[in-house]
């Protein structure tokens, strides 16, 4: 009997309409690098926080992914559980679409994947870009943490020193990647890279 070939590493990335359309972008980015396949579905809102936030056009974002799905298709390949993946991230993740999956009640292919995610006892971690949260939302997510999801809200590292706006992002899609086993090598990691010791000082503000 032949020994059966392991399948590609596929990973799910939705990207919701949300701000802070950047997550997605990079989490596609160091994912092609690393060989993985990657599947993204986008929304409607999200291409147009595209325009907002960045330079990239929907198009140039699509090229990054191994495979592209319309945000209405909803009998792609991740609408279904039979299609095998290390699970999914939504980065970043809005509020209707964090409460859609908290309900089951899906209206697009992106919610409608996390919740087959979900059913199939797979990880999801949702990227979920607001505040001030009301006790709604801290309920919602709650829910979905009890019923198997991962929180991950974008929170900054500054134990990292990050000099630039794409350090803060990629040191938070790097910990992302780690979830799903993924070890990028863009990581920077306390005790590793990140030596302990005298820190660089805060920069107090000047006398005018």
Avoid at 108 to 128: F, I, S
Avoid at 149 to 173: L, M, N, Q, R, W
Avoid at 179 to 207: C, H, M, Y
Wanted: charged share 25%; proline share 5%; net charge positive.
């Amino acid at each position: 009997m032949s020994k059966k070939t392991p399948g590609p590493e596929r990973l799910i990335i939705g990207i919701s309409g949300a701000s802070g359309v950047i997550y997605g972008v990079r989490m596609l980015e160091i994912t092609a690098a690393m060989g993985v396949e990657s599947h993204l579905v986008m929304t409607r809102a999200a291409e147009m926080t595209l325009g907002y936030e960045t330079g990239y056009s929907a198009k140039d974002v699509e090229a990054l992914a191994h495979t592209r799905y319309r945000a209405e298709d909803i009998g792609a390949a991740i609408s279904s559980g039979s299609f095998k993946t290390l699970g999914m991230v939504v980065a970043p993740c809005s509020i209707r679409s964090m409460s859609e999956i908290a309900t089951g009640v899906t209206s697009g292919l992106l919610t409608r994947a996390a919740d087959v995610v979900l059913k199939e006892r797979r990880r999801l971690v949702l990227m979920l870009r607001e505040t001030p949260l009301h006790t709604g939302h801290l309920r919602s997510m709650t829910q979905l943490s009890e019923m198997g999801a991962i929180i991950a809200p974008p929170v900054p590292g500054f134990y990292a020193e990050p000099k630039t706006v794409d350090d803060i992002v990629t040191h938070s899609v790097c910990r992302v990647l780690d979830l799903f086993g993924l070890d990028a090598p863009e990581a920077r990691r306390w005790g590793e890279n990140i030596k302990g010791g005298k820190r660089s000082p805060v920069r107090k503000p000047t006398k005018s």
